[in-house]
Nanobody, 129 residues
Framework: QVQLVESGGGLVQAGGSLRLSCAAS????????MGWFRQAPGKEREFVAT????????YHADSVRGRFTISRDNAKNTVYLQMNALKTEDTGVYYC??????????????????????WGQGTQVTVSS
């Protein structure tokens, strides 16, 4: 079992920055990959970024590449999402997720929600114009 708790969301003006955190517990944090997804009102959950279990490999969605950066600190059991140059279309609930199932290589990046089997409760990010 893995428990995930996000924090760091809030209201920010367009062009501003936020850093989301997700604290994990329950299993050895360095043994699984992590991801961030988001969901805007009336829309499906969409992939944002993922990072390998060691942190050596990461992948970002086209819509956020160059503005957002995923990172992790395995000593603190925490994954982060640094969000810069925020746009109004970045508004939504942001979820962190854990991919603990076996069979994935270190460099195998999962962008589908079905590949992740643990989820946090989400944190709201609102970007105003």
């Amino acid at each position: 079992q893995v428990q995930l708790v996000e924090s760091g969301g809030g209201l920010v003006q367009a062009g501003g920055s936020l850093r989301l955190s997700c604290a994990a517990s329950g299993r050895t944090f360095s043994s699984y990959a992590m991801g961030w997804f988001r969901q805007a009102p009336g829309k499906e959950r969409e992939f944002v970024a993922t990072i390998s279990k060691s942190g050596s490999s990461r992948y970002h969605a086209d819509s956020v590449r160059g503005r957002f950066t995923i990172s992790r600190d395995n000593a603190k059991n925490t994954v982060y999402l640094q969000m810069n140059a925020l746009k109004t279309e970045d508004t939504g609930v942001y979820y962190c997720s854990a991919r603990t199932r076996p069979g994935y290589s270190e460099s195998s990046h999962s962008t589908g929600a079905d590949d992740y089997n643990y989820w946090g409760q989400g944190t709201q990010v609102t970007v105003s114009s």
